[in-house]
């Protein structure tokens, strides 16, 4: 299949921090591309450097498409007074522009011009390419699809909420048709309706798409092959097959790591054998075959030369063998519960009639030992505020909450150290041990590598700061977890993991989230906050 879409050792910095670094990666002709990383890694400067919208600083960037470039960016400010009609025709500016030329040379040809005629053959003929006739039609079905069937086409957007604004421009974007298809984050704003029919939209299309989605659910229906963007090491990897063949490889990453980390191991063990062996082997102590004391003392100097020349090789193998080391796979992620004589039992949360003004309540709610609780309502209905009462960071303004047990809390988004505190020195706040301890107990986890330890938690991408705070998390024991869109802010795979690891975990959990994937494979209780009223609703 050719190829369409072509970075060429690409780099991009902004204020001297680099975000991509000599990035090398192609795209086949009608390929679905899910762009994914934790956020701040880079996705949607890859983005737009694809779609031209940035300069990278070295290389180049190469797009063949004659069919148009359609981009759609995550958060436009659009000037005040546009209008939903203006934002349309500029989506379909390519369209309309052939439309007009088509208008000019049919006046020609009426006025007598036949020069006009093969230059009009040609515009119809990449009109029609490009599906000018249906562009109507096709943004009709888009704005009725994406929720939005009957906007005032005269109406200015200032009168659209940030959700309908964001589904007009990409009804717009998709309604233009083009050949290769750029858009970042397009699941925002979208109902559970207006998801599937976008899926199966992308899905049906036969151009290019590119797509930056934090949406699991979304990559795994859409995407034929991803770019996972890494924030630490600034560079993009390739994954095909889907959702599914970027966690079967990642997984397989990790078998070879501990496939190469036993072998190292194994090297050591033996250089380590190898120079005891030959220390131990010395020419003393040999009986004297025929009394010859010189020849017997001098063959046991050679022989001794002999053995400590393999010491010395075998020493020096050795030491580059560790000078390099191989380290360890890291260990699934796991949430430790408080180690006790025995477990608790009964309520552990126990929330009555509490409101904060404005924000919250009055709710009331129970949470017994091991109760694993999923808590969902739209936004504004006080979920965080609720959780940030139960964790005992916000106050109630009436109403009383009876805790039990160590509460480990992550809220939506965490601070998780001082400015100029390093990423280890924050890790470390607390805990017993020394800074080589932290270090090792750290690095284990595989969530950062050595040269990051020492970065000021200022510098931190969002991402990062979200791996730190659970990092933090998972190094401290608890009876209970509170947890508010822990999946935010992580790339698909860590994503993944910390799913796995809420669900092997024996005590209390509360965990309020948008993530689609997580919710759908939720095997505990449920209740739901409305907006409203404010009441919690057991959906059990």
Known sequence: MPTQITALDVSKAFDGRTVLDSVTCSLARGERTGIVGEN??????????????????????????????????????????????????????????????????????????????????????????????????????????????RVDRAATVD??????????????????????????????HLDAAALTWLEEHLRARRGTTVVVSHDRGFLERVATSLLEVDGDRHDVVRYGNGYAG????????????????????EEADRLREAIAGSAR???????????????????????????????????????????????????????EPVLRAAPLTGTVLDAARVSVAGRLGP????????????????????????LRVLAGELAADRGQVVRRGRIGFLPQDPAPGTPHETLLAAYARGLPGEPDEHAGELLALGLFDRARLSVPVARLSTGQRQRLALARLVSRPADVLLLDEPTNHLSPALAEEL??????????????????????????????????????????
């Open 40 to 149: 701040g890694s880079g996705k949607t400067t890859l983005l737009r450097l694809l779609a031209g919208r940035e300069s990278p600083d070295q290389g180049r960037i190469v797009v063949r498409a004659e069919g148009g470039i359609g981009y759609l960016a995550q958060d436009e400010e659009l000037p005040a007074g546009t209008t939903a009609h203006q934002v349309v025709d500029r989506a379909l500016s390519d369209l309309r522009a052939i439309e007009a030329r088509m208008r000019r040379l049919e006046k020609a040809m009426a006025d007598g011009d036949a020069s006009a005629l093969d230059a009009y053959a040609d515009a119809v003929s990449a009109f029609e390419l490009r599906g000018g006739y249906d562009a109507d039609a096709r943004l009709e079905r888009a704005l009725h699809g994406l929720g939005l069937p």
């Open 499 to 540: 799913e796995s690891a809420l669900a092997g975990f024996t005590g209390t959990v509360v965990l309020v989230s948008h993530d689609r994937l997580l919710r759908q494979r939720w095997r505990g209780s449920r209740i739901a906050l409305r907006a409203a009223a404010r009441e919690l609703v057991r959906a059990d």
């Open 281 to 335: 082997r010395v020419a003393p102590g040999r009986p004297m075959k025929d009394g010859d004391k010189l020849s017997y003392n001098q063959a046991g100097a050679r022989v001794q030369q002999t053995l400590a020349g393999r010491v010395r090789n075998a020493e020096e193998r050795l030491r580059r063998l560790l000078a390099d080391p191989v380290p360890a796979p890291p260990e699934p992620l796991r949430f």
């Open 159 to 188: 009168a659209l909420s940030g959700g309908e604004r964001s589904r007009l421009r990409l009804s717009a974007v998709l309604a233009a048709a083009p050949e290769v298809l750029l858009l970042d984050e397009p699941t925002n």
């Open 363 to 386: 709710v009331g709610l129970t949470v017994r030992a091991g109760e694993h609780l999923l808590v969902t309502g739209g936004n504004g209905a006080g979920k965080s505020t609720l």
């Open 246 to 265: 970027y966690l079967a490889e990642k997984a397989a990453a990790r078998v070879r790591l501990g496939q190469r980390h036993e072998r190292w191991c």
